[in-house]
């Protein structure tokens, strides 16, 4: 490798660590040293723990920061099923930062929502691994396709902008993280709420096209 591609690469990298910083004093409104004070005294062994797969933790020991950052897709309905358990048996310190003890060590979680689509994206900063257990095992997940992109169905070829990256940064890591069962107990539940406006030869085409989004699926399709 040339030296100047070196320092480009150099360059590069440590202007995306920069603005990884910036977007996390943004996204949780605290200066970078107030949040590596807050999560300054929690769990030593985070980065040892048997993490969720959905969704998926991030650990921000680069930001000198010990805790993971997430983010949940929830529909509007679900946002109050997971403010609630947030708050459940902590202390609210701050606006949208939640605190507990447990054997002298201080756990934090800082919450940051926001509007998008149809749903409620909840960004979560937290060293309580109990909490980031509990809300993954609750269910939450983005609205389905035939909600959010309802005008572009019911065969999904988008290749640009917005729902494009909603449609594979969004909603596809829920999808693959449930199990092919799973998925058919999806569909199965989210037909009930459709057939008022939805007939049922263009939800077969909604399913197919929302199923073979999964390579599990095609690979039983092949």
């Known amino acids: 490798m040339s030296f100047f591609r070196r320092k480009v690469e150099e360059l590069q990298t440590k202007r995306a ?19 590596q004070v807050i999560f300054g005294n929690g769990p030593r062994d985070l980065r040892r723990r048997q993490l969720p797969a959905y969704p998926k933790p991030i650990y921000q020991g680069d930001a000198g920061i010990n805790a993971f950052g997430l983010v949940h897709h929830v529909q509007l309905t679900q946002f109050l099923a997971l403010l609630n358990l947030v708050r459940q048996g902590r202390q609210e310190v701050a606006y949208f930062h939640f605190a507990r003890e447990v054997d002298g060590q201080s756990l934090s979680t800082i919450i940051s929502p926001t509007w998008r689509f149809s749903e409620r994206d909840v960004r979560l900063l937290s060293n309580d691994f109990e909490l980031i257990a509990t809300l ?40 693959e993280s449930l199990s092919l069962d799973k998925q058919t107990e999806f569909l199965e539940e989210g037909r009930k709420g459709t057939v008022a406006h939805i007939s049922d030869e263009d939800w077969e085409l909604w399913v197919e096209s929302i199923r073979m989004r999964d390579v599990r699926f095609r690979k039983l399709e092949d």
């Open 17 to 35: 660590e920069r603005e990884s910083l910036k977007s996390l004093e943004e996204t949780f409104k605290k200066p970078l040293n107030d949040l």
């Open 136 to 175: 993954s095992e609750q269910g939450f997940h983005p609205p389905p396709p035939w909600i959010t992109l309802y005008e572009f169905g019911p065969v999904l070829h988008i290749s640009q902008g917005d729902p494009h990256y909603w449609l594979n940064y969004v909603w596809d890591p829920f999808w």
